[in-house]
C-alpha cells in the first residue's frame, strides 16, 4: 500500500516560508518522479513543481518560480517543497504526487499514480 504524508502547512504572514514535506511509504520511492501539486478555494488543482528521480531534475510553474523550491532525500523516502516570498494567492491545499511510469515533470494531475492528503497553507495579507 503506497502512502504519501504532507506536513509542514499552516498560517503564515505574506513575505514568511514555510517548509512542507511529504513522507513515502512507497518502495520505489528513489526511482518515482514526484510533484507539487496545490488547491485553492473554487479552483481546480494545478502544477506547483516536479522533480525526477535522482533530484538533478526541476521544473515550477511560472507563478511559483524564483519563490519555491522542490528537493528530495531518496535516503528519508521525503519530498520537500521550501516556499519563500509566499503571497495570499498562494493559499491553497498543498498535495505531493509520485509518478510510478516513465518520464517527469508531468503538469497535469492524471500523469501521477500516488497523492497525499494534503495540507492547508494560509497566507495572510
Known amino acids: 500500500q503506497v502512502q504519501l504524508v504532507e506536513s509542514g502547512g499552516g498560517l503564515v504572514q505574506a513575505g514568511g516560508s514555510l517548509r512542507l514535506s511529504c513522507a513515502a511509504s512507497?518502495?520505489?520511492?528513489?526511482?518515482?518522479?514526484m510533484a507539487w501539486f496545490r488547491k485553492a478555494l473554487g479552483k481546480e488543482r494545478e502544477f506547483a513543481a516536479a522533480?525526477?528521480?535522482?533530484?538533478?531534475?526541476?521544473k515550477y510553474a511560472d507563478s511559483v518560480k524564483g519563490r519555491f523550491t522542490i528537493s528530495r532525500d531518496n535516503a528519508k523516502n521525503t519530498l520537500y517543497l521550501q516556499m519563500n516570498s509566499l503571497k495570499p494567492e498562494d493559499t491553497a491545499v498543498y498535495y505531493c504526487?509520485?509518478?510510478?511510469?516513465?518520464?517527469?515533470?508531468?503538469?497535469?494531475?492524471?500523469?501521477?499514480?500516488?497523492w497525499g492528503q494534503g495540507t492547508q497553507v494560509t497566507v495572510s495579507s
Open positions: 512507497v518502495r520505489t520511492f528513489s526511482s518515482n518522479a
Open positions: 522533480i525526477n528521480w535522482s533530484g538533478g531534475g526541476t
Open positions: 504526487a509520485s509518478r510510478e511510469h516513465a518520464g517527469w515533470g508531468h503538469v497535469k494531475p492524471g500523469e501521477y499514480d500516488y
